[in-house]
């Protein structure tokens, strides 16, 4: 075992930017294909809904998700190819094709699996994360990672302020209600899982909900300061890894997907070592 820390120790040292980059983002991508929704997952699935996207609209209207469900082992080869590729990339083969064909597979991916699903959950940071790797300048590399910086604010900004917009944030009993209505099963079967306990304790105690869910909105909106200053970056890091995981664990909503992006919180200076 003390190898193998002994290795990765080596590697996040030498490693560049962009190799680090691709290395969570396997991790990442490779979490969502175990979890079951892979492109091989929607084979034979016949019914979608592209939205008002005209990004889904693009790729549906060409065909290309239709034709990937239709044979399952273009699917398979092509949930192994968004693994295999950026384990090269973050093993220092970095060429652009790689990097090209990386982004278009994730985005394709992206508009395929919440199309079939019908359900967006608006997570596609994984997509946008490879963006700054595409350009051969170094000037417009560190651009699009500013750009992204802003996207990633505006996102959980954005997301704040709707909520406060929403007649549901001055209920009381919202956010215990919500718990109650996405478990609902679980109680009824009696699951003793200690998740559930916890649900279970907040439905009794329904101004605990209401002030985690009123604390994480007002971070969400702080955000906005954002856009003035870069001295809170860290701060939001920490909330946004920290939002995640809670969220995950009282809403069941995976953070996989909006985790490696974050990082870009970190340094806004530079792309690479």
């Known amino acids: ?5 002994h290795i990765l120790k080596f590697y996040f040292r030498s490693a560049s930017t962009e190799q680090l980059v691709y290395f969570f983002l396997t991790i990442e991508t490779l979490t969502i294909l175990l979890s079951g929704v892979g492109f091989h997952s929607l084979f034979h699935t016949p019914f979608f809904n592209i939205g008002i996207d005209p990004i889904f609209a693009f790729f549906f209207s060409l065909g290309i998700p239709q034709f990937i469900v239709a044979h399952q082992w273009l699917g398979i080869a092509l949930d192994g190819l968004m693994i295999f590729i950026p384990v090269c990339i973050a093993m220092g083969y970095s060429k652009r094709i790689l990097k090209i064909s990386v982004f278009f597979m994730l985005l394709i991916y992206y508009c395929t699996l919440t199309g079939y699903l019908g359900h967006r959950n608006f997570q596609s940071g994984f997509v946008f994360v490879t963006l700054p790797f595409l350009f051969r300048s170094k000037e417009s590399s560190i651009f699009m990672k500013s750009i992204l910086r ?3 604010l505006f996102f959980y900004f954005s997301a704040g302020l709707f909520k406060i917009m929403s007649a549901e944030f001055y209920r009381v009993d919202y956010f215990s209600q919500t718990i109650a209505d996405q478990f609902l099963p679980y109680f009824a079967e009696q699951n003793l899982h200690w998740r559930t306990s916890l649900h279970l304790w907040i439905l ?3 101004g605990v909900g209401y002030f985690l869910y009123t604390a994480a909105t007002l971070l969400e909106t702080s955000l906005f300061l954002g856009f003035f200053t870069r001295k809170f970056d860290k701060y939001y890091l920490i909330f946004i890894i920290s939002f995640h995981g809670i969220s995950w664990i009282l809403l069941d909503i995976a953070p996989w997907g909006q985790l490696t992006i974050v990082f870009y919180l970190l340094n806004t200076s ?3 070592k």
């Open 1 to 5: 075992m003390n190898k193998y820390i």
């Open 150 to 152: 802003y996207w990633i």
């Open 204 to 206: 009794t105690h329904p």
């Open 270 to 272: 530079k792309i690479d």
